[in-house]
């Protein structure tokens, strides 16, 4: 069972006691047994400490990546699906379409100064008329991205 602050975590518990509430869901009359509300999100962040040590350690080829994600906070598959349609350089804006995102709904992304950086310095570098921002990379490589971030 996970421990939180020396107690039992809220979904912990509720998977634990799954088994009896099944049983006394049999029984003519039982119990009513509250759950603890388990939190609806895992929240956390890297420290710039952190993330500059996360892009020392990466290979060259996926630091740029890297850098626009945590530049971005874009979970790694829409890094690595991202298109030039889906970015507006004037307006310093990228989005993510809804079957694309996690929650199936559409999301804009403002564009910070680094992720300016190094999408400029990408769309620069491009020497293909690729539609994928990281075309270039291979799937091997950019499935890397996910494990790294």
Do not use: Y
């Amino acid at each position: 069972m996970q421990q939180r602050n020396g107690q039992s975590a809220p979904g912990a518990l509720a998977g634990d006691s799954a088994p009896l509430r099944a049983r006394l869901g049999m029984a003519r009359s039982c119990p009513t047994i509250r759950l603890l509300k388990e939190p609806t999100r895992r929240i956390r962040f890297l420290s710039q400490a952190q993330a500059l040590t996360l892009l020392r350690e990466l290979p060259p080829h996926l630091r740029e990546m890297a850098t626009f994600a945590l530049a971005t906070g874009l979970r790694a598959a829409n890094v690595t699906g991202l298109i030039w349609d889906q970015v507006d350089l004037s307006r310093k804006l990228a989005w993510v379409h809804p079957d694309q995102a996690k929650a199936r709904k559409a999301t804009a992304v403002p564009l910070n100064d680094m992720a300016m950086r190094v999408i400029m310095a990408r769309q620069a570098g491009i020497l293909c008329t690729c539609s994928r921002i990281w075309e270039s990379l291979s799937s091997r490589s950019a499935r890397g991205l996910g494990t790294s971030l």
